[in-house]
């Protein structure tokens, strides 16, 4: 069985799941606690971060190493198109999302969680003890000196153009690259998590996100899409059961 070594709300960590779940791969997860757990990573992969997969004797981390290891391992349904071009295409669009996206997504995030306590309980991994959530709350919130805040004015700015131009894409058409689900739609689509909630992070998540795009009447579709998205890949998950 597949094993996938995960923060549960690492972005990187669902976009290997969305993966897993599009070829209708079956696999369990093993939940990382950040810091002391990723010693036990480190053993295991040479390296600290997550996403991990385990696959009989293949230890591999990043997720887009992951990904291709996937498709290699199980063609269909084909995430990264034959055709040259939209090949290129996914694979620069998954390069921006796991990059320049995942950046911006996590500066407003973090910003977010330092004005709301409760987000930051929610963050929290689950086998974090109450009294250890309880002082995460009561931190006080506000933190992020003026000169963060300013940087993340601009690039809270290119983040919002970014995504109404993602938001018109898939109002005009349901997938980013070609006439299928890619790689492309998927690893946009996990960050976005992190600004939006999507259902499968639990109900201590779902709902929140960033005030300001996760209600920005503009994005609405954007999301939708992603929840659509989700819907599709449970959906042959249990095709697969
Ligand atoms: N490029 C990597 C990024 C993975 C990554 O950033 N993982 C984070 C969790 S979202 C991590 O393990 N952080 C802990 C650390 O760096 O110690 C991928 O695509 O998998």
């Given at each position: 069985?597949?094993?996938?070594?995960?923060?549960?709300?690492s972005?990187?960590?669902?976009?290997?799941?969305?993966?897993?779940?599009?070829?209708?791969?079956?696999?369990?997860?093993?939940?990382?606690?950040?810091?002391?757990?990723q010693v036990?990573?480190f053993?295991?992969?040479?390296?600290?971060?997550?996403?991990?997969?385990?696959?009989?004797?293949?230890v591999?981390?990043?997720?887009?190493?992951?990904?291709?290891h996937?498709?290699?391992?199980?063609?269909?349904?084909?995430l990264?198109?034959?055709?040259?071009?939209?090949?290129?295409?996914?694979?620069?669009?998954?390069?921006?999302?796991?990059?320049t996206?995942?950046a911006?997504v996590?500066?407003?995030?973090?910003?977010?969680?330092?004005?709301?306590?409760e987000?930051?309980?929610?963050?929290?991994?689950?086998?974090?003890p109450?009294p250890?959530?309880?002082?995460?709350?009561?931190?006080?919130?506000?933190?992020?000196?003026?000169?963060?805040?300013?940087?993340?004015?601009n690039?809270?700015?290119?983040l919002?153009a970014?995504?109404?131009?993602?938001?018109?894409?898939?109002?005009a058409?349901?997938?980013?690259?070609?006439?299928?689900?890619?790689?492309?739609?998927l690893?946009?689509?996990?960050?976005?998590?992190?600004?939006?909630?999507p259902?499968?992070?639990?109900?201590?998540?779902?709902?929140k996100?960033v005030?300001?795009?996760?209600?920005?009447?503009?994005?609405?579709?954007?999301?939708?899409?992603r929840?659509?998205?989700?819907?599709k890949?449970?959906?042959?998950?249990?095709?697969?059961?």
């Amino acid at each position: 069985m597949l094993e996938l070594h995960q923060f549960r709300h690492s972005a990187f960590c669902l976009k290997v799941r969305m993966v897993l779940q599009a070829k209708g791969l079956s696999f369990r997860t093993v939940e990382v606690t950040p810091g002391i757990g990723q010693v036990a990573v480190f053993r295991l992969s040479g390296q600290r971060q997550v996403p991990v997969l385990v696959d009989g004797d293949v230890v591999m981390a990043d997720s887009s190493a992951i990904a291709r290891h996937l498709e290699r391992r199980e063609a269909s349904p084909a995430l990264i198109p034959s055709e040259p071009k939209a090949a290129a295409q996914v694979h620069l669009l998954e390069d921006w999302a796991d990059t320049t996206l995942a950046a911006a997504v996590r500066a407003a995030l973090v910003q977010a969680a330092a004005l709301d306590p409760e987000l930051r309980v929610a963050l929290l991994p689950d086998d974090v003890p109450d009294p250890v959530r309880s002082v995460m709350g009561a931190l006080p919130g506000g933190w992020v000196s003026n000169v963060t805040e300013l940087v993340n004015q601009n690039e809270r700015a290119d983040l919002l153009a970014s995504l109404e131009q993602l938001a018109l894409s898939v109002q005009a058409k349901p997938w980013l690259v070609g006439d299928s689900m890619s790689l492309a739609d998927l690893a946009v689509a996990a960050q976005l998590s992190l600004i939006c909630f999507p259902s499968s992070s639990g109900a201590a998540l779902a709902g929140k996100g960033v005030p300001g795009l996760s209600d920005h009447p503009k994005l609405q579709p954007l999301f939708q899409w992603r929840d659509q998205l989700e819907l599709k890949l449970m959906e042959r998950t249990l095709e697969e059961v």
